[in-house]
């Protein structure tokens, strides 16, 4: 495969929906709009729901774009090769105009042509069927044809938005990433080395409360691909922090602070991500999304601190933060995010040192209750993840 840069990923993947009739749709902010009740925008598909399940979209019925989102289910994860807090999905939309045969067949044109993909690399996943639903037949003829091998699965290859609405069985496309010399083996639930980059979903049914599926009156396909992934496998690297994206933090960084591999992982996570959120406005409170951004600069400081109380964000290079606002397409000033950060860490070694005294009490020498965790919390606003770190490091 032929190295790409992100941004001529980006270019290639948006250039080739839009030469297809597909309209590129704002896709930016992390904020999705009222009345929504969710804090963020979580996946390329959210905004769109309403015009999935049938309102028609002011830009047609074609649409294509670059979603960032924000994922606080996976926190535990990031330090991982993979998982990140603030991502950007690759979309692709029919409203009901084309069918699933004919996104299938762009997505394979696009991964081989476009992206350089050898067809010997690519593997796909589809629906088996279950008790309520055939076998996704349609899928499995369609990549048959095309000449990749197909696994039929069960559950992996059906999506939900949620317990109810709209779902359908969806084909996931598959890289092998075994490196030079390995060639293809196994299946996609056989062998990790098959790495998932893109699901194309027939929407086609709409569940309701009692488990029941509707068909949908027009059923639309819904595309999407994680672009750090992506960039992974296209750059040839084993973790998306080893791609141009995050460059400029894997460079300036470790010569700044000694720390482990997953460490040094999740402090660029969530110094990025933090970045990001303020780029789009919002300012750290105590609630909502505020406290999401709080929970974020708190959770990397205190791993940056873990080993050495003296690291402060004082040292980092603004540089970085001028590199994430200009890939992200943000206006925010560089000082402003620098000044915001600042003040979070004083207010954090505060914290810390309130929370020193309070657990040097008698009362809290022994193993914590959940009653002590509750009274530490809504007393001295001591979070339960704070208190077991100070507790640790003892």
Known sequence: MSTLTTDRTLETFTGFYRERGHQLITGSTLLPPPPDPVLFTTSGMHPLTPYLQGRPHPQGRRLVNVQRCLRTTDLDEVGDPTHLTVFEMLGSWSLGDYGHTQSLRWGYELLRDGFGIPPERLYVTVFGGDEQVGPDVESLHTWQELG????????ENWWSN????PCGPDSELFVW????????????????RWVEIW?????????????????LSRPAIDTGMGLERLMAVLQGHRSVYETDLFEPWTRLLPPLWDLDEPSMRLVCDHLRSSVVVMGDGVRVSNTGRG????????????TLRRDDPSRTLTDLPVELIGHTLDHFRQTCDIGTVHDLLLDEERRFTKLLERGRRVLSRPRFSGPLSEEDYRYLHD??????????GLRGTG
């Open 291 to 302: 406290y999401v951004l709080r929970r974020l600069i708190r959770r990397l400081l205190t």
């Open 148 to 155: 990749l091998p197909v696994e039929s699965t069960g559950d």
């Open 199 to 215: 699901n194309h979903v027939h929407m086609r049914h709409h569940r309701h409360e009692d488990g029941s599926l509707e068909p």
């Open 177 to 192: 990433t075994g490196g030079p010399g390995t060639p293809p083996q196994g299946t996609p639930t056989t062998d990790p």
């Open 379 to 388: 007393t001295h606003g001591l979070p339960r993840d704070l208190v077991s």
């Open 162 to 165: 949620g317990p109810v609405g």
